[in-house]
């Protein structure tokens, strides 16, 4: 059964910093791609960062340069640095871990798993 847990989010005024951690059980954790997703009231969910199994990042545009992502394979978590944080940035934080696989049977398939989420609230 695949658990993924976050934690460190919190309430922080504006120009503040936040790290989130996720830790990851049940799964091959160096083969996903991990990744930090956010929703706010309203909006769709979306892409904050990610880091491929070989550690290369993407970030989304509203957080380049203010955020990092890191993992440590040995320790099975992700986490998420966030500097410089705005009011926009309030939003519930999901943990998220992708792998597409070919089985020996030459099917592809995708594997997609959630965390609970994390509420970050930034105060102006």
Not at 1 to 19: F, K, Y
Not at 68 to 76: E, G, L
Not at 100 to 121: H, I, L, N, P, R
Request: charged share 20%; with cysteine; net charge neutral.
């Amino acid at each position: 059964q695949v658990q993924l847990t976050e934690s460190g989010g919190g309430l922080v005024q504006a120009g503040g910093s936040l790290r989130l951690s996720c830790a990851a059980s049940g799964l091959t954790f160096s083969t996903y791609r991990m990744g930090w997703f956010r929703q706010a009231p309203g909006n769709e969910r979306e892409l904050v960062a990610a880091i491929t199994r070989s550690g290369n990042t993407h970030f989304g545009d509203d957080v380049k340069g203010r955020f990092t992502i890191s993992r440590d394979n040995a320790k099975n978590t992700v986490a998420l640095q966030m500097n410089s944080l705005k009011p926009e940035d309030t939003a519930v934080y999901y943990c998220n871990a992708y792998v597409v696989v070919v089985t020996s049977a030459d099917e592809v398939k995708d594997f997609d798993y959630w965390g609970q989420g994390t509420q970050v609230t930034v105060s102006s």
